[in-house]
């Protein structure tokens, strides 16, 4: 594998082994030094054209565990305000011996365009583009119900595990991410939110899907994944308001309850407390929440290590 | 392609208790004493060292004494390597500040996966001291480094290959060098 762009090109045994050498690197962050000599001289460039706060870090702290020199790269206060292309972007920062980009854009597609293209020899990794995919939040939400469900060794896949994904679907890169790599791993997916924004594909993208969040909640899910209400990209009415919104799809006090504790509860972030998940839901035993953060580190390690360790492919 | 026993069975079982005896001699008893074993053989031939000298040594706790140490992230070869999956590191205690640590595997040859281990080691904090027990030295070596235990010094062309088989892994257990 030379980039990882999206979770359609990572077979099942890939995805294992990325799992596997996360659970590895989980260890190292109990060492006495956490770093290790792996990347020495590489150096990871992110490639940021969107805002975001725990994927770049969480990027920039796996490389620099792994010894990896890193530039962040934002739009925001960069040549691209003076009208710089995404292409004369990418040449600029290769000119200076870029090992890897870590792409995240507005745009689908973005991170696949500079892979296909002869701009850049560089490794690409995708770091969210657009409404499409994120697949390393996907591999790093499987870890997290991995060690959840299953125990911190355990080294197998997802068979049998139910997971309910709520919220804006349509939006949703990390909703796509997940339902192609969890149901890879065995995983029984469903989505659920207001059919305003469920994309019309959902049906054969996932096993189950609910317009009704409290009848999707009967269902016995191991998993409720809740996702952020993206007001950016809600430049339509999709919904009436956000107290509506709460209402119908939030994860409130009430539904909580009602779970008895056995489902694990999950968000991406950022949260928009109060809109999509309670906060006191958000706080709860029950929330992986911040395990989904920590383990970030270690699943962008691995996937840095598999992709850049090699020399030439 | 000739195959030639040089180690069998019985042999291996020798050095073994051998080098356990060895270990515990000039570590004055089992006071402190940490074996590693390096992935993948080294860690079943750490494991039969530590049982041999709890035999003899009742107060030798093998669960805080036995642990295995993977070094694949620190060797200098990981470019030209294909893709190295890594195993499990198990340091069975918090801090290995007083120890001495015993670092097993079973051949040494170049040296460079020792000196993989000894950085691997310092990542974990900073021993009493250091020392290796092998199988099989066969010679050779790229870099400054010895073993103070030995099951068998070989001396081998740098074109011979040398297999260990041990039951844990293999279906025989003996010492092969092939041409």
């Known amino acids: 594998m030379k980039h990882l762009l999206s979770i359609d090109d990572v077979s099942k045994d890939e995805a294992l082994a990325i799992l596997n050498l996360a659970t590895e690197m989980r260890e190292v962050n109990t060492r006495e030094v956490r770093k290790l000599p792996a990347l020495n001289g590489k150096v990871v460039a992110n490639l940021f054209f969107e805002d975001s706060t725990r994927t770049r870090i969480s990027f920039e702290i796996a490389a620099k565990r792994l010894s990896a020199d890193v530039v962040n790269f934002t739009a925001k206060g960069s040549s691209v305000s003076k009208g710089e292309s995404l292409k004369d972007t990418v040449w600029t920062l290769e000119a200076m011996g870029v090992d890897a980009f870590v792409v995240r854009h507005h745009h689908s597609g973005a991170p696949q365009k500079i892979a296909a293209s002869n701009w850049s020899k560089a490794t690409i990794i995708n770091g969210g583009d657009g409404t499409h995919e994120h697949p390393t939040q996907a591999l790093l939400d499987a870890l997290t119900m991995r060690v959840r469900l299953k125990g911190a060794s355990d080294s197998g896949d997802l068979a049998g595990v139910r997971v309910l994904i709520v919220g804006d679907i349509l939006h949703s890169r990390v909703a796509r991410s997940n339902a192609l790599l969890l149901r890879k791993l065995g995983a029984i997916v469903a989505f659920a939110g207001p059919s305003t924004l469920l994309p019309r594909t959902a049906t054969t993208l996932v096993d189950e899907v609910y317009f009704d969040l409290d009848e999707a909640l009967e269902n016995s899910f191991d998993v409720v994944m809740m996702l952020r209400v993206q007001s950016e990209r809600m430049n339509s009415s999709f919904v009436p308001n956000s107290v509506e919104y709460t209402a119908l799809f939030g994860l409130t006090d009430e539904r909580f309850e009602n779970l008895g504790g056995k489902a694990l509860i999950m968000h991406p972030g950022p949260m928009n407390r109060g809109l999509e998940i309670a906060s006191k839901v958000a706080d709860s035993d029950s929330s992986a929440i911040s395990e989904q953060v920590s383990n970030g580190v270690a699943v962008r390690m691995a996937v840095l290590y598999r992709l850049l360790a090699q020399e030439s492919k | 392609m000739t195959a030639r026993t040089v180690l069998d069975a019985q042999d291996i079982d020798r050095a073994i208790v051998r080098i356990s005896h060895e270990i515990v001699e000039a570590n004055h008893g089992t006071d402190n004493l940490l074996i590693l074993g390096i ?18 040594n009742p107060g030798f706790e093998l669960e805080h004494s036995l642990g295995r140490l993977d070094v694949t992230m620190f060797r200098d070869d990981l470019k030209s390597q294909p893709n190295r999956a890594i195993s499990p590191t198990q340091i069975p205690v918090s801090d290995i500040t007083d120890r001495t640590v015993v670092l097993v595997d079973d051949v ?56 260990v088989k041990l039951t844990e892994t293999d279906e025989e257990q003996s010492v092969v060098i092939t041409q």
């Open chain 2, 108 to 163: 040494l040859f170049s040296g460079r996966t020792i000196r993989a281990a000894l950085d691997a080691l310092v990542t974990h904090g900073r021993p009493k001291a250091v020392r290796l027990a092998v199988l099989v030295d066969r010679g050779h070596r790229e870099l400054p480094i010895r073993a103070d235990y030995v099951g068998k010094n070989l001396p081998t062309s740098v074109t011979e290959r040398i297999s």
């Open chain 2, 39 to 56: 992935p993948t053989r080294g860690v079943y031939l750490a494991n039969r060292i530590a049982q041999a000298i709890a035999k003899n």
